[in-house]
């Protein structure tokens, strides 16, 4: 028996017939999209790189896991100072400390009514603790109010969080009062 016998049959070969018939429409629908959704992926994630890579994804999550622990955490010089390496939780400091504290302390926290926070002299103390013990509770009597029960205390982690970063940035501003850090 020839291909000709018998319409679409290609080959016949011991009595098996091997079909010449055209893709399903559905097959070659999947097809299609399949290989535009791969270039539009690679297109979006490797040429332009507008996608997020996964080891920014990755950063991102370990940046929330991080600010999650601390968050859980009883505060400590420790987990205030890892706190100050997350640059999420001292962007959102940094914009408290613009309408809370900037009244108080300047713009850059250079000093006004209050003291000077860029500078490496403390009335209260520059240790991570310090600092945080004197945003909770204030130093009523002397103008600085309590921050704690207006802010909450993880507000008032990423503040302080923040205010270390100020540290030592020396900004020209209120001179300096107290001692200095050791
Ligand atoms: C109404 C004005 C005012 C506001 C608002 C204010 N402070 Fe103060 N702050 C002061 C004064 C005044 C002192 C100095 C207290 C003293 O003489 O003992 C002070 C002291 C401090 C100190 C201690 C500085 C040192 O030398 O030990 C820190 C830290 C501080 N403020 C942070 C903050 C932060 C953070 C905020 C915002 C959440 C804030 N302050 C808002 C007035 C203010």
Not at 43 to 66: D, I, W
């Amino acid at each position: 028996m020839s291909a000709s016998d018998k319409s679409g049959v290609l080959h016949v070969y011991d009595g098996i017939e091997e079909m010449d018939n055209h893709l399903p429409r559905w097959w070659l629908f999947i097809l299609w999209a399949t290989l535009i959704f791969g270039f539009g992926y690679w297109y979006y994630y490797h040429v332009t790189g507008m996608g997020p890579g996964s080891l920014e994804v990755y950063k991102a999550e370990a940046a929330e896991a991080a600010r999650l622990a601390a968050s859980n955490k009883p505060v400590s010089d420790d987990t205030l100072l890892a706190l100050m390496q997350d640059s999420q939780s001292v962007e959102l400091g940094k914009a408290q400390f613009q309408q809370q504290c900037a009244s108080c302390h300047g713009q850059k926290g250079e000093g006004l009514i209050g003291p000077n926070l860029t500078d490496n002299f403390w009335l209260h103390g520059g240790k991570p603790m310090a600092i945080h013990k004197t945003v909770s509770e204030g130093v009523v009597a002397k103008g600085m109010p309590a921050w704690e029960r207006t802010l909450g205390a993880e507000r008032v982690r990423s503040i302080v969080a923040y205010v270390l970063t100020l540290k030592n940035t020396n900004v020209a501003g209120k001179a300096p009062q107290g001692e200095p850090e050791q």
